[in-house]
């Protein structure tokens, strides 16, 4: 029979390309969606890869701890991957409290509802390269202290330690991908590569003239987000659950990512860069760089899509999407 998986956060990024992986290795993949009375459920990234036909999508809230239960007694799935969150790093400050509440209870809701209905779930969490924060080492391995610098990474800061908690005391195969930065052209139009690439892609296009940012000197350690989800699912391939970095090593500006993007279009960066001291963060994290050795090491991952080539594309892919709007 094949595997089943339920994914929370389908129709996120991350949930988009892991749904597509798992497909294409023969699973039964489900997927958590909240609807609302207002739209639809947003299955926009899973018609972009084509998908959209071959998941199921249940209703359920991670905040809904009774709805989940029923949902994983429902499904027996053999691995749930919790990448819902509210991950908007700069909303977290306008929205603490409903941050705290998704982004961190609903970690526990989801691991409660595994360990009442199906203890022998396999679980995947979500963790965030954020929670390193004000960083106290040059290079953040599993080992670095953890220095959270906005509500969002403290909020991921306790799904990840109530996911070590749960795996210690109730023996559930929990693991946690600490992710650095990863993204496509599946990006949020709110994330900062995919405001600098549609941006680009509009300015080429002669829809708009500049491209608004803050702080252009934080440094950030990119990679793709396909390559990303393919270590999820490792984790949850092994004997022995664990935690884990996923990054590429190699760490660049945002300046530094703005100028690919440029330059990929033939544009000068300096005729539609406008800093704008409004868009800095109250607490900024400077620098992020991921040491992935162990993943390497134990799961036998690596990236294989460089920085470079993700801008490109996701210039490509935003030149395309205005072309045809």
Not at 111 to 121: G, N, Q, S, V
Not at 125 to 139: C, H, I, K, R, T
Request: aromatic share 8%.
């Amino acid at each position: 029979m094949a595997k089943k998986a339920l994914i929370t956060g389908i129709t996120g990024q991350d949930g988009a390309y892991l749904a597509q992986l798992l497909l294409s290795k023969g699973y039964d993949v489900y997927g958590l969606a909240r609807r609302s009375s207002t739209s639809d459920v947003n299955l926009s990234r899973l018609q972009w890869l084509g998908i959209e036909k071959d998941v199921r999508i249940v209703d359920g809230d991670l905040l809904d701890l009774s709805g989940l239960v029923r949902t994983v007694t429902d499904i027996k799935p053999d691995e749930l991957y919790n990448l819902a969150a509210q991950s908007f790093v700069a909303s977290s400050w306008q929205q603490p409290v409903l941050t705290g509440n998704v982004t961190g209870l609903g970690v526990t809701n989801v691991l409660e509802a595994i360990r009442l209905a199906k203890p022998d779930t396999r679980f995947y969490q979500a963790s965030s390269s954020e929670m390193y924060g004000l960083v106290q080492q040059p290079v953040q391995s599993e080992t670095t202290p953890f220095y959270p610098r906005s509500p969002y990474a403290v909020a991921k800061l306790y799904g990840h330690w109530i996911t070590v908690n749960y795996r210690e005391s109730f023996g559930i195969h929990a693991s946690s991908g600490i992710l650095f930065n990863h993204e496509s052209p599946l990006r949020g139009i709110e994330f900062v590569t995919r405001k600098v690439t549609d941006s680009v892609a509009r300015i080429k296009l002669g829809l708009s003239k500049e491209l608004r940012l803050g702080n252009t000197s934080a440094k950030r350690d990119w990679g793709h987000a396909k390559d990303y989800v393919r270590a999820m699912w490792l984790m949850l391939q092994q004997e022995t659950p664990d935690d884990y970095v996923v990054a590429t090593g190699r760490t660049s500006t945002v300046r530094t990512m703005c100028e690919i993007a440029f330059s990929h279009v033939g544009l000068n960066i300096d005729d539609h860069l406008v800093i704008d001291e409004a868009l800095f963060r109250p607490a900024e994290v400077e620098i992020l760089l991921g040491d992935p050795a162990k993943a390497k090491a134990k799961l036998g991952w690596e990236t294989s899509i460089s920085m470079e080539e993700l801008i490109r594309e996701m210039v490509d892919a935003d030149m395309a999407r205005h072309r045809k709007a």
